[in-house]
């Protein structure tokens, strides 16, 4: 891959990993992790919520997508490939992140997107983001979108553009989950709660928060898919294949989907403004909006233990506004 030298004028705002290869590091912009900033939200119906920053780790690579991405880099340098290939629909906070990644840590990255009924037309704000980042896209009909992961069409598409390291739809393979396992320790480490809550797409995130905590205190997922139940299965599966093993101490709620992806009633747009006027802290319209309304409504049916304390983690996507005709308020 192409090594970048810490002369190098591409190696602005990156940091140097232990074996001298160049690697964005949230750190740069947060100098410890044990700054990750962590927000009171007050009391709601005797339960304490916080918000746990990780939105504020990188101004490109916010929250999930950095963890997600870190582990996932440095198998990339070790396998000596420089090229990402990757998957997403149009609105993909995942494909934004990849090629912000490409664009920071000087790789060559491809973005296969859903939908090829797109290819023709103007590149909403998610997607011309990532090509101005330098992200190659490729419109795949939606039956090859489907097929995506079988060796045959993976070949193919991997003919086509070269070798290359590939990450799956939203990052959520088996390296991903060690990153989203620190965000846990360093929450254990510096706060007393019980529950710790996420917003799921994939499940990759909460799958990594699970081996961080290994077993302790309580998970609570909240899809952000409608139908999402099959997304039990995956966790366990992608914490087995991470640690060899499953977890009982976690629960997802199914129910807070909000009509689907990327679906954003007037209720919910609603919701996201109070809190905003209340906090001063802006959630996203496709996950953590959803992670917070439903966390309230929970606390509000008496869900959670009275004197407990909640953590929910901000996970970013805010760059997922501007495909909502910019941020609300
Ligand atoms: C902002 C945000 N929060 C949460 C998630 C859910 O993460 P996961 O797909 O790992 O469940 C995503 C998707 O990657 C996301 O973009």
């Given at each position: 891959m192409?090594?970048?030298?810490?002369?190098?004028?591409?190696?602005?705002?990156?940091?140097?990993?232990?074996?001298?290869?160049?690697?964005?590091?949230?750190?740069?912009v947060?100098?410890?992790?044990?700054?990750?900033?962590?927000?009171?939200?007050?009391?709601?119906?005797?339960?304490?919520?916080?918000?746990?920053?990780?939105?504020l780790?990188?101004p490109?690579?916010?929250?999930?997508?950095?963890?997600?991405?870190?582990?996932?880099?440095?198998?990339?340098?070790?396998?000596?490939?420089?090229?990402?290939?990757?998957f997403?629909?149009a609105?993909?906070?995942?494909?934004a992140?990849?090629?912000?990644?490409?664009?920071?840590?000087?790789?060559?990255?491809?973005?296969?997107v859903?939908?090829?009924?797109?290819?023709?037309?103007?590149?909403?704000?998610?997607?011309?983001?990532?090509?101005?980042?330098?992200?190659?896209?490729?419109?795949?009909?939606?039956?090859?979108?489907?097929?995506?992961h079988?060796?045959?069409?993976?070949?193919?598409l991997?003919?086509?553009?070269?070798?290359?390291?590939?990450?799956?739809?939203?990052?959520?393979?088996?390296?991903?989950?060690?990153?989203?396992?620190?965000?846990?320790?360093?929450?254990?480490?510096?706060?007393?709660?019980?529950v710790?809550?996420?917003?799921?797409?994939?499940?990759?995130?909460?799958?990594g928060?699970?081996?961080?905590?290994?077993?302790?205190?309580?998970?609570?997922?909240?899809?952000?898919?409608?139908?999402?139940?099959?997304?039990?299965?995956?966790?366990?599966?992608?914490?087995?294949?991470?640690?060899?093993?499953?977890?009982?101490?976690?629960?997802?709620?199914?129910?807070?989907h909000?009509?689907?992806?990327?679906?954003?009633?007037?209720?919910?747009r609603?919701?996201?403004?109070?809190?905003?006027?209340?906090?001063?802290?802006?959630?996203?319209?496709?996950?953590?909006?959803?992670?917070?309304?439903?966390?309230?409504?929970?606390?509000?049916?008496?869900?959670?233990?009275?004197?407990?304390?909640?953590?929910?983690?901000?996970?970013?996507?805010?760059?997922a506004?501007?495909?909502?005709?910019?941020?609300?308020?």
């Amino acid at each position: 891959m192409q090594e970048l030298t810490s002369g190098g004028s591409l190696c602005i705002g990156l940091r140097f990993a232990q074996d001298d290869r160049c690697t964005v590091s949230p750190l740069s912009v947060n100098p410890s992790s044990a700054d990750l900033p962590i927000s009171p939200l007050g009391e709601h119906h005797g339960v304490q919520f916080l918000l746990a920053r990780d939105e504020l780790t990188h101004p490109e690579l916010p929250g999930n997508k950095w963890r997600k991405l870190k582990y996932n880099l440095r198998e990339a340098d070790r396998l000596g490939l420089n090229t990402l290939l990757t998957f997403g629909g149009a609105y993909s906070n995942h494909l934004a992140a990849v090629a912000a990644a490409g664009r920071l840590t000087g790789r060559r990255t491809i973005g296969f997107v859903r939908g090829d009924e797109m290819a023709g037309r103007p590149l909403n704000p998610t997607l011309a983001r990532a090509r101005a980042d330098g992200m190659e896209l490729h419109f795949l009909d939606r039956e090859t979108y489907r097929r995506k992961h079988e060796p045959a069409v993976l070949a193919a598409l991997l003919h086509d553009t070269g070798p290359a390291y590939v990450l799956p739809e939203g990052g959520s393979n088996t390296l991903a989950l060690p990153g989203c396992a620190e965000l846990a320790r360093e929450l254990l480490a510096r706060t007393d709660f019980d529950v710790l809550a996420v917003a799921c797409g994939t499940g990759g995130t909460l799958a990594g928060l699970l081996t961080g905590l290994n077993g302790q205190r309580q998970a609570l997922g909240i899809s952000a898919l409608k139908g999402a139940d099959f997304l039990r299965a995956d966790i366990d599966q992608l914490t087995q294949q991470a640690t060899g093993r499953t977890y009982a101490n976690w629960e997802l709620r199914t129910d807070y989907h909000g009509g689907g992806y990327a679906r954003l009633t007037p209720e919910l747009r609603q919701f996201i403004v109070d809190f905003q006027q209340r906090h001063a802290i802006l959630l996203d319209p496709i996950y953590t909006g959803k992670l917070l309304f439903g966390l309230l409504d929970l606390a509000a049916k008496g869900h959670f233990r009275r004197g407990s304390t909640v953590v929910a983690i901000h996970t970013g996507g805010l760059q997922a506004w501007a495909g909502f005709g910019g941020e609300p308020g």
